[in-house]
Structures are given as structure tokens and as C-alpha cells.
């Protein structure tokens, strides 16, 4: 079955410093990768989505990585500030349905001023 | 707008007893989803809904059963409430077309004792 991993552990990094996040999934080749932001105590805001012919996505100082050979994105906060300290989840169209999704577990940015 | 909206934000039930969560958009959504979500796993699909009138299961659909009787709500119940369906419940809807980002409500969480 389809599997989405994302480290578990939290990241913890300066203020300024390159922020590297990583979603590796297995069994399955999906037609797009979503990446979603959430906050404690609230639900997850939309981030960017790459597609499967796409390599790389930008918005402002967000870089997201699309590599459907090693089945792995990676997101990248660049410049990172303590407002980005947050649970980061990327998210794949579902193999039965491509208008659903699967989630990873997420992982906790921290970012220390 | 007000996006999408749940009620209740917080609830108390004992084990056998039934409830009904509700899920509203403003948004003219034609796809609505119903995601549970627990410390340390990801968010998971219970049950969705491609259009008025038609729901489908996801990966997590026993115990919960859904209603879609109008564009705008999203219905979630718990016939007979168990332990194990204590967790932070979130709704999201999204666009049929040209756009596959979904939108999160701010969660119901349930406490089943």
C-alpha cells in the first residue's frame, strides 16, 4: 500500500538558516505532491503543489523539489524567521481516488531567533 | 467568506453515545472531505464526498457514517461512540476544477470516555 514518510523528529535551526524538510513516499506514483503548513490547535493551510512532470516550484522563499525517480520531495524554507516554527505535512492524490489525499505525519519546524 | 466552518469546536461524549459533527463551506466547494487526526499520525481520510448526494469511503470509514444532502454541508456521525474515535476531527473541501489545493476547517476535537 501506498506509504508517505516524513521524519518524525522535530528540526530545530537559527533564525536565517536554510530550513530542509524531507517527504519520501513508496509504492506509488503520484501525479502531484502538496505541501501544508499547520499551527497548533488549528487545521493545515495550503503551501505549494508540484507536479509530477515538474522538478522544482517556488513561492517567495519557498522551494519545493519534485523527484519521482528517488520517490522523495524535498521542501526548503530559505531565510527562515521564528513565524515559520510550525508542523509542515506534505500530501499525495490518493491511488484510488485522485481527488483525495494522503497525508505524512508532518514535521515540527523549529526556528530559534 | 467564512470558509469552512465546523461545529462544534470541542465535545464530551461517553462510550455508546451518539453525535453529529457538522461541516459548512461558503465557497461553492463541490468536493468535501472528513479527515481524523492523531498525535503522531497523519491526517487520515474517514470519508468524502465528490458531489450533493454522493459520499465514498476512505481509509478509516468504520464507526462513522456521512451525509452530503446539500452542496454546502458535509455531515459527519457517530452512531455509537467508542474510545478509539477520540481524536481532532478536520473538514475540508476543494474545487472540482483547476485546482486540486484543499481547505481546512479549524477542527472539532472529541473526547469519548
Known amino acids: 500500500s501506498q506509504k508517505i514518510e516524513q521524519n518524525s523528529e522535530a528540526l530545530n535551526i537559527q533564525e536565517g538558516k536554510t530550513a530542509t524538510l524531507t517527504c519520501n513516499y513508496t509504492?506509488?506514483?503520484?501525479?502531484?505532491l502538496q505541501w501544508y503548513r499547520q499551527d497548533p490547535g488549528r487545521g493545515p493551510v495550503f503551501l505549494l503543489l508540484?507536479?509530477?512532470?515538474?522538478k522544482e516550484k517556488r513561492k517567495e522563499r519557498l522551494k519545493v523539489t519534485f523527484d519521482t525517480t528517488l520517490k522523495q520531495s524535498l521542501f526548503h524554507i530559505t531565510a527562515s524567521q521564528p513565524a515559520d516554527s510550525a508542523t509542515y505535512l506534505c500530501?499525495?492524490?490518493?491511488?484510488?481516488?485522485?481527488?483525495?489525499?494522503?497525508f505524512g505525519s508532518g514535521t515540527r519546524l523549529q526556528v530559534q531567533p | 467568506n467564512a470558509g469552512v466552518t465546523q461545529t462544534p469546536k470541542f465535545r464530551v461524549l461517553k462510550t455508546g453515545q451518539s453525535m453529529t459533527l457538522l461541516c459548512a463551506q461558503d465557497?461553492?466547494?463541490?468536493?468535501m472531505y472528513w479527515y481524523r487526526q492523531d498525535p503522531g499520525m497523519g491526517l487520515r481520510l474517514i470519508h468524502y464526498?465528490?458531489?450533493?448526494?454522493?459520499?465514498a469511503k476512505g481509509e478509516v470509514p468504520d464507526g462513522y457514517n456521512v451525509s452530503r444532502l446539500k452542496k454546502q454541508n458535509f455531515l459527519l456521525g457517530l452512531e455509537s461512540a467508542a474510545p478509539s474515535q477520540t481524536s481532532v476531527y478536520f473538514c475540508?473541501?476543494?474545487?472540482?476544477?483547476?485546482?486540486?489545493?484543499?481547505?481546512f476547517g479549524p477542527g472539532t476535537r472529541l473526547l469519548v470516555l
Open positions: 475540508a473541501s476543494r474545487k472540482r476544477e483547476g485546482g486540486e489545493t484543499q481547505y
Open positions: 509504492n506509488y506514483s503520484p501525479a502531484y
Open positions: 508540484i507536479r509530477e512532470n515538474e
Open positions: 500530501a499525495l492524490d490518493m491511488p484510488r481516488s485522485r481527488r483525495a489525499l494522503t
Open positions: 465557497m461553492n466547494h463541490e468536493y
Open positions: 464526498s465528490v458531489g450533493e448526494g454522493t459520499t
